[in-house]
Structure formats: C-alpha cells, structure tokens
C-alpha cells in the first residue's frame, strides 16, 4: 500500500514529512503479540484527508490509496480511540507556541453554525434559519483556533449547546478563564453554569447606531474558523450519520490548508523563502470584496515592506473580482511583492506566470457572469412554463420525478390554516386553534406565526408559480379553492394593527390579565428571572402591580376556567383580584 501511494501523484491534502514526524508517536502502537500490520498508517491518514477534503464516498477512494474497506476500518479505529481530536490539540499547542504564545489558551470566543444532515440519525429543526440538520457549537481561542466542539440537533439552542462546551473546557484546557459570546448566549442558566465553573462570559454586542456590516471584535474570529470548515466539502454539510464520526471529520479537518502553504514555503526554503508567523486568514468573508479584516492587515505589511511573497491555497482565496485584484497588482508592483499559487501551476515571479494570471482572471470573471445569466435565464423560462424549480417542499405536497404531487394527509392541514384564518382574522388566534388540533408543519413542528403568514402568501397552493412579480400558472394541482383563497387575502388586505385592536377588543381585561400572570409565573419558573424585583426592573413594572399580577396564579382552577368561558361571578372583577384575597381555594369568592 505505501509503496504503491509513493509511486503515484501526490495530493495537495497530503501529510508532509514534517506533519507526519508530529503525527506518528500519537497514534495507536501495535500489538506485540501476533501479525504485524501490513498497512502503511500514513497513507490511511492520507486517505482520509482525501475523503474529507473532496467529500467523496468510500467506495471512490483512489486505488493507489488501498482497499477502500482497508481505511475506513482504521478510520473507525481511529474514531473509537479518539486520536484525531489528540493530534488536533497537540497541532494547536505547538502552532501556539510557535506563534510565541502560552500553550494553554486563557480566553475563547463561543458560536455556533447549522448546517443541513440530510443523512443524520437525530435532526432538529433551526427556526431562525429554516434548516433541518445539525448545529456545530464550538469554542475557539482569540485566534481562531479550534478548542471544542460540541455537536448537537438544530433545536438545541445556542446556550444550551454552550453548557456542555464549558464542561468539556474545563477538564481539557483547566487555564481558560474568559469567553467572548454574542447576545444568543446571555441566558441565565448559562451565565450560572459559567460562574459555577469559573468562568467569563463576556457577551460582545453589535452596535444599535451600525448600518450593514459592521466587523465586531473578538466574534469575526470564530466566523474565520467556520470559514476554514466549509473549505473542506466535506464540512459544507453534514453528510455523517453518526456524531463521532461528524466530530472527527472536523478535526481532521482543521488548518490543513495552512500547512499546504506552510509546506511549500519549505519547500522553497533554499531559495531563502522564510515562513512569517502572522496568520491572513479571512474565513466567513466573501473573496468578493477587499473589505476584509486579514486582507487589509496584510495591506499594511506590503506597504511596510515585510512581505515579499504571498501565498496562496487557490487564486480565488486572495480575490474573486477582476477589478479588486488589478487593484491588488498595483500595490504589490508597487512594492516588488509577488504572489504563489499553492494548488495552480503558476506564480507571478515570472513574466509567463503573470501573462497566465491575467488570463485565468479574464475568462474566470466571464465564466461567472456567463454561468449565471445562463442561470438566470433557465430559471425563468422555467419558471413561466409552471415547473417547481427545487427548494424547499411546501406543507401538502411531495415530489415525485422533479413535480409537486398533493399530499392526502397535509393537504387537509393546508385548507384548515385558510379556514381558520378567514373566520379569526387573527394569525395568533389561528396558531392557537391549530395547536389545539395538532396541526404541525412537514418536518413535525408545530406551526407558529411566521408559517401561518408564509402558507398564505404561497400561490403554489392555489395552483400558481410566481417568479419576480410575474403570476404564472403551474403544473401542479392548486390545494385551496380560489374563493377560500380570495377570502383569506380579503382579510389581509386589512391592516395587521387594524384587525390586531379588532380581536383585542373582543378579549376582557380580566382574560388579559390572567394571561399575562401566567406568563410572568412562566418565566419565573423557567429561571429568565432570578426574582420578581429583577423581573420588575427589566420590564419597568411597579413591584407592587407585578404582586398582585402574579397572585392571579393562586386563583382556583375551576375559578379560573369560570373566568375564561365569561362564566365567573358578578363580584368577581380585576379590581377586586388585584386586592388581598384568600389563598385557600373553598374562601375564594
């Protein structure tokens, strides 16, 4: 197996001789007794970087790498011994300590990312970006170096993933002391478990007075790190089914296009090439513009003169747009500063290099924009013949050969949305009866505001196709009659406030009140608040009211169901309820 890997072209994802001289002593030492393993453990390794830089399947491995089975058993191995994550954080240890740093990290960054798994045992569905997959929550140090991950279905929310990542911080890296997070992680429970184990969270918010993006210290680390995931296809999603082997794709992962870079300048070490320390990495920011953070930084090095040559994993990671790199050029001739491509065969040392780049350049810029007219064109036309063009299935349908066919089960779903909001008027009242019944959306969550407004805009369900503001009639069957569907949009046509003080109207104060106790003593109970004076402050409430709000909790249930039918008697009134009464159930009114 080595032997022949050795013979063959060599892949950019490859192990160095100096990665592996890092890599060897970590992995798993052979038995003494019986056959000695014929397999050559680099080129396993090798193999599995293929597999998660291309994110081919195992049956696609090249052959030079061996039997397909052959790597992914010691790839399984490897995944129940846990030597991944061990070689990860000693490549992170040395990397800091080459950067001049401690070991140990002392401060991270928390965040997290969704990603779709479409093969996933357990999934969750993220509301907040309409994804059913996996959430990646990870910690990484002030350098965006990967300390923890934490690998969880999308509707765990964000501080409830961080509980376990403090957990685990704790007993692997025992010197963190602060962590930088965004507003998503300023809960209670959180910030308890952090000072239980003797933690700063510190919660780095975005500016109120910023307009459109607005790079914020400390978070713009962690979103460099997702950069450096998703250039792994195998990351761009998350296509494992299990979560160890999710979690070690990761880590097999992470900075290896750093050392491709790194292992090139060596490379070029007897034409006096020497390796600078500082990292230009701008993961998460689009090669469409130079308005990047390391981009600008290494700017400034060019204009200083510290910078002869840059290297690069691909053209494409320096910029994207012809014009930001003519730009670009300038400031490099102007300074003498060339640049290296890692993975293309050129480099604008030469003349021929810099003739090939400005071509590449050219005819990469019109491919683009010939590719999406091409796109855009297809889409359209389309579009007006009625085709579903892919994305997300609605409630009430399936697809069957590329087109939507009805649903027996959900379509009935779909016309009670329409019912109920016609009678209702209200989209709240209309997601509470729909709860009542049990109505859920395809994937099996129950429906909210948002989806109840999103199904009735939707002209797919009354058997049309609308594309940039242009009705067209589809192919699939309509599920909603076209009077039910003029009644509904009738109803909204009415102003949401004018229809919202409509359905208030209707609502006694008493109700109101009883509801809005309630959800005060939910709050209470569910620990948002450590106390009633707290809740009090962060609602700008009178303690007082807030007292004697909350002793409607303490009502009788049947009192209380008497109240909500209109059944209650005739003393029985919210100024009467906001004063002193009995605690025990048999003296109340």
């Not at 060599?10 to 001289?21: C, G, H, I, K, N």
């Not at 003029?486 to 009883?514: C, G, Y």
Request: aromatic share 8%; net charge positive; hydrophobic share 40%.
């Amino acid at each position: 197996m080595a032997e022949l890997g050795r013979k063959t072209k060599r892949y950019p994802s490859d192990l160095t001789d100096e990665e592996w001289a890092r890599i060897e002593p970590l992995l798993p030492k052979p038995a003494r007794r019986g056959r000695k393993p014929a397999v050559d453990l680099r080129e396993v390794l090798n193999a599995i970087r293929y597999m998660a830089r291309s994110a081919g399947g195992w049956r696609m491995l090249p052959v030079h790498f061996g039997p397909w089975q052959t790597v992914y058993w010691w790839f399984r191995r490897f995944v129940r011994r846990l030597p991944f994550r061990t070689i990860h954080d000693v490549a992170l240890m040395l990397d800091r300590e080459a950067a001049g740093r401690e070991a140990s990290p002392t401060g991270g960054v928390l965040d997290s990312q969704t990603v779709k798994a479409p093969f996933a045992e357990v999934r969750g569905y993220d509301g907040g970006k309409r994804i059913v997959g996996r959430k990646r929550h990870v910690a990484v140090d002030t350098d965006g170096r990967l300390l923890m991950v934490n690998l969880t279905p999308d509707d765990v929310s964000d501080s409830a993933g961080a509980q376990t990542i403090l957990d685990a911080i704790r007993k692997r890296w025992p010197w963190m002391k602060h962590l930088f997070a965004d507003a998503g992680y300023d809960r209670t429970k959180l910030m308890d478990k952090a000072a239980f184990l003797d933690f700063v969270v510190e919660i780095v918010r975005r500016s109120d007075k910023a307009v459109g993006f607005e790079v914020i210290p400390r978070r713009w680390v962690v979103e460099r790190t997702f950069g450096w995931m998703i250039r792994w296809r195998r990351l761009v999603r998350d296509y494992e089914k299990r979560l160890d082997v999710s979690e070690a794709m990761i880590h097999v992962a992470m900075h290896a296009q750093r050392d491709a870079c790194e292992a090139y300048v060596a490379s070029q070490r007897a034409e006096g090439w020497v390796l600078l320390r500082d990292h230009y990495d701008d993961g998460g920011f689009s090669g469409g513009t130079l308005e990047r953070p390391a981009l600008q930084r290494l700017l400034r090095d060019i204009q200083a003169d510290l910078v002869d040559v840059i290297v690069v994993y691909k053209i494409d990671r320096l910029s994207r747009s012809l014009m930001d790199f003519a730009k670009l050029v300038e400031v490099m001739d102007a300074h003498g500063v060339t640049f290296v491509s890692v993975t293309q065969s050129f480099n604008t040392t030469t003349s021929m290099g810099r003739l090939t780049l400005n071509i590449l350049l050219s005819f990469a810029q019109f491919e683009r924009e010939v590719i999406g007219e091409r796109i855009r064109d297809k889409f359209s036309a389309s579009r007006a013949r009625g085709m579903w063009m892919a994305g997300k299935v609605p409630l009430g349908y399936d697809v069957v050969a590329r087109k939507l066919v009805v649903n027996a089960e959900e379509a009935p779903r779909v016309r009670r949305v329409f019912e109920i909001f016609t009678e209702t008027g209200s989209g709240i009242e209309t997601v509470t009866r729909l709860r009542a019944e049990g109505a859920t959306s395809k994937a099996g969550r129950t429906l909210d505001k948002g989806d109840v407004y999103k199904l009735l805009n939707n002209r797919t369900y009354v058997g049309e196709a609308a594309h940039k503001g242009q009705i067209y009639p589809s192919e699939h069957q309509g599920i909603v009659p076209r009077e039910l569907w003029d009644r509904a949009h009738a109803v909204l046509q009415v102003s949401p406030r004018v229809r919202a003080n409509q359905h208030r109207a209707q609502t006694p104060a008493l109700v109101k009140a009883l509801a809005l106790a309630f959800r005060y003593q939910r709050m209470l109970d569910d620990g948002r608040y450590a106390s009633i004076t707290e809740m009090a402050e962060a609602g700008r409430l009178e303690r007082g009211y807030l007292d004697s709000l909350l002793g409607l909790t303490l009502l009788a249930p049947d009192l209380v169901e008497a109240i909500l039918d209109g059944r209650q008697p005739g003393d029985v009134t919210l100024p009467a309820l906001m004063e002193p009464f009995p605690l025990e159930w048999e003296r109340q009114f």
